[in-house]
C-alpha cells in the first residue's frame, strides 16, 4: 500500500469584514483632588555676605558728674549741662545709703538707672576651730530586723553509687510492624516513538510515518500521512 500526505482541512477559517468604529463615550466626571506631596528637602546653605564697613570709634566710658542724693539728680536734669547718653554717678558718703554709689545714663526726658557700683561682697573667711566633743547621748532604741540574706550557692554533686545488679530477661515482644517499602526499580527501556505531528511553511516536501500530522503554517491546512 503506497502511503501519500493528504489535507484534512484547514486550522485558519476566513477573515471577517472590518467593523465600524464605535461611537466617542461620555466625559468622566472630574476626580477628586489628590494629597498634598510631601515637603521637599531643605535646601543648601546660602552662602556668607560681605562684611560691613567698620563703626566709628566708640566715647571712653567716663562720669559726667557726681551727685549727692538722686533727687538732686533728678532736679538737674535739665540744667545741668550732661549730654544725652553722659553718665552720673551718686555718692552719698553713706556706703550703708541704699542709693551710694549707683550708676545713671542721661536719657530723653530723665535719667534712667544703669547698676549699683558698690563694692563686691567680701571672701569668706578661714575656717574656725573645730568645738569640744558635747557629751554622749542616751541609747538609741534597737533597730528593725534586716531582710534575709541571699540563697547560697548549689553545693557540689556527692559521689556515683555502686552498679546495680542485672535484671531478669523480660518476655518475649510482639510482633514488629511491617517494614518500609523497598528502593524504586530502574528505569525502563525507551519505547518506539510514536508518529507525531510536525510544523513546517507550505505543504509536506518528503515521506513520514503512517498516522504522523503536519500542520502548514501559513495557512493552516492539516495533514495526515496514511495510505
Known sequence: MAYTWKPKGSLKGPKGDKGETGSVGPKGEVGPQGPQGAQGPVGPKGDAGKQGPKGDKGEPFA????????????????????????????????????????????????YEFLTDLSGAQGMKGERGETGAQGPAGPKGDQGIQGPAGLQGPKGDAGEQGPKGEAGAVGPKG?????????????????GEPGPGITFGSGAPQSGGVPGQAYVDVTTGTVYSYEG
Not at 73 to 96: C, H, K, L, R, W
Open 174 to 190: 510482639d510482633k514488629g510492624e511491617t517494614g518500609a517499602a523497598g528502593a524504586k526499580g530502574d528505569k525502563g527501556d525507551k
Open 63 to 110: 562720669v559726667a558728674k557726681v551727685y549727692a542724693s538722686v533727687s538732686a539728680m533728678n532736679a538737674g536734669y535739665a540744667s545741668d549741662g550732661v549730654a544725652q547718653g553722659g553718665f552720673v554717678v551718686i555718692e552719698t558718703g553713706n556706703p550703708e545709703d541704699a542709693d551710694n554709689s549707683k550708676l545713671y545714663v542721661k536719657g530723653t526726658a530723665k
